[in-house]
């Protein structure tokens, strides 16, 4: 089963060649075994197909008929922690933080608790009687 990628000149690669090079780049002295490098394109295309269908149903959630960056970006964070460097980033994920608590807060809220501790009390005593 012989696959043919595009690369981005519009040349054919062989994708089995590619694989190989990059191992001879971090270590000259292994090989991949066929069977590995057929699973590794299985897995790589899994992936790419399940980015690109994720990345569509983004695209059609915004009510827009191309996929842009922003959308593959925020499935790869969201989907799968891969976090892509960029020059700008295409899609600024919303991080809920929480608001510092200040003395005043803390005093608040101790104050809240201890009302609400004494009207559980005293509501046990009142059932009881």
């Known amino acids: 089963m012989s696959r043919k990628v595009h690369g ?7 994708p089995n060649e590619s694989l190989q090079k990059i191992l001879a ?5 292994y090989v991949l075994q066929p069977g590995v490098e057929e ?4 897995m ?3 992936f790419v197909a399940s980015v690109t269908e994720a990345s569509g149903r983004l695209a ?3 009510r827009s008929n191309h996929v842009e960056g922003k959308d593959v970006q925020l499935v790869l964070d969201k989907n799968y922690g891969i976090s892509v460097a960029a020059k700008k980033k295409l899609h600024v994920l919303a ?4 608001p510092a608590k200040t003395s005043v807060h803390a005093h608040r809220v101790a ?3 201890k009302v609400l ?11 009881r009687h």
Do not use: C, F, Y
């Not at 981005?8 to 062989?14: E, I, P």
């Open 8 to 14: 981005a000149v519009g040349s054919t690669l062989n």
């Open 25 to 29: 780049e971090v270590e000259p002295r």
């Open 39 to 42: 699973l590794l394109l299985d």
């Open 44 to 46: 790589a295309s899994d």
């Open 60 to 62: 059609k959630h915004r």
């Open 95 to 98: 991080q809920k933080t929480k």
């Open 111 to 113: 104050l809240k608790r």
């Open 117 to 127: 501790a004494a009207l559980q009390t005293h509501r046990k005593k009142a059932k």
